[in-house]
């Protein structure tokens, strides 16, 4: 089984926008295609989370924490209140990584990860990533 070191990538959607509230959404990919999202809303001084989505065979490798960091570093005029919780129903604990830019070796097992990935997924992805204008950067 090999295990590879792979480059994030984090596209940032703006979906709408009314009555000062802003939509977004995150993407975040790895040469592979896309291994979570995230929907948030900016709105009044504050950034609201509403959904924080990772490929099932990722989760607790912090990746969530990436994109909350991402989201604030993106709007860093913005307060970010926690409120969010797990679908296990515990609160969302933040882990702090300094390399936003790659997700360590071996926490992708690369020959699992090309089986996983399936024409289902990918029009998944496709179909709820990609609706609004999408600037991508790498911090």
């Keep these: ?3 590879t070191k792979y480059s994030l990538d984090y596209r940032f959607e703006h979906l709408e926008s009314y ?8 993407g975040l ?12 809303t900016t709105f ?6 509403s959904d924080i989505l990772v490929r099932p065979e ?21 307060t ?17 990584d300094d390399d936003m830019d790659n997700m360590g070796e071996g926490l992708i097992d690369e020959d699992y990860y090309d089986t996983t990935i399936d024409d289902n997924a990918k029009e998944h992805s496709n179909r709820y990533v990609g609706r609004g204008v999408v600037t991508s950067i790498n911090k």
Excluded: C
């Design 80 to 96: 970010y209140k926690t409120s969010m919780k797990t679908d296990l129903g515990s609160k969302f604990k933040h882990k702090d």
């Design 58 to 78: 990722l989760r607790r490798k912090g990746l969530g924490s990436r994109m909350v960091k991402a989201i604030k570093n993106k709007h860093p005029e913005y």
């Design 1 to 3: 089984m090999g295990k």
């Design 19 to 26: 009555d000062g509230q802003n939509n977004w959404e995150l």
């Design 29 to 40: 990919y790895t040469s592979k295609g896309i291994v979570g999202m995230t929907q948030y």
């Design 44 to 49: 009044e001084g504050e950034i609201t989370i």
